[in-house]
């Protein structure tokens, strides 16, 4: 199988993100973690995040509220998702200065609007995107299954994206962990190149087709 880097979405959320980072550690698996800025403001779940960090794995950036995406926002309102977010990561942010837009697990110009595009370059971040999502948010107990079927037919290193979210899912990731390690997948600690259209503020191939015009006023 090919190797998979492992990201984390939409939390942290207390009550299931301490059990992610013990299967982590567990495991020796590095993975990356992308927070939902506004639940960082409950002093528990920031101090997963700090945990997350200090255990070695990258926190970046997954907008502000989570709710329409980027593309679909007006450019004040988009910049403001990220800029934040950025503020309540603070140094955990750093160095990476990473970023994951949000867009309902599917790739396009929904993605970012041109202000979020131009914030993000001149900031010098890097966005994080995908290639495999098992959609455990939307199915808790199959998602199992999808996860292994979308490995065993990769034909490129994949970064997957799994939900660090109360609904239970969580519960099989040590299992699923365990499947693919027994069928000799390395686990990354570096997202493929490929999932990366924007390298500390430097455009990679891919960027322009995340990127639409910013709407009309």
Do not use: Y
């Not at 989570?66 to 998702?81: D, F, S």
């Not at 997957?160 to 979210?165: A, G, Y």
Request: glycine share 10%; hydrophobic share 45%; aromatic share 4%.
């Amino acid at each position: 199988m090919q190797p998979i880097c492992l990201s984390f979405d939409n939390g942290p959320t207390p009550g299931v993100t301490e059990a992610v980072l013990e299967v982590l550690a567990r495991r020796r698996i590095p993975a990356m973690f992308f927070a939902v800025g506004e639940r960082l403001r409950d002093p528990a779940a920031r101090k997963l995040v700090e945990r997350a960090r200090a255990e070695g794995h990258p926190v970046g950036n997954h907008t502000l509220t989570h709710g329409a995406p980027l593309g679909r926002r007006g450019g004040t309102e988009a910049v403001h998702e990220i800029q934040e977010t950025d503020a309540l990561l603070g140094p955990l942010r750093e160095p990476e200065r990473l970023f994951r837009p949000n867009g309902g697990g599917m790739l396009g110009p929904h993605l970012l609007n041109a202000s979020a595009a131009a914030h993000l370059r001149a900031g010098g971040h890097t966005v994080v995107l995908w290639n495999a999502v098992p959609r455990d948010f939307a199915d808790p107990e199959g998602w199992p299954e999808t996860a292994l079927a979308i490995a065993g037919a990769a034909t490129a290193p994949l970064l997957m994206v799994l939900h660090d979210l109360p609904n239970g899912a969580m519960r099989h990731l040590d299992r699923v962990l365990g499947m693919l390690a027994d069928h000799g997948v390395r686990f990354l600690a570096e997202p493929p190149a490929e999932c990366v259209p924007l390298r500390a503020g430097r455009p990679m191939p891919g960027f322009a087709a995340c990127v639409s015009e910013d709407p009309m006023p």
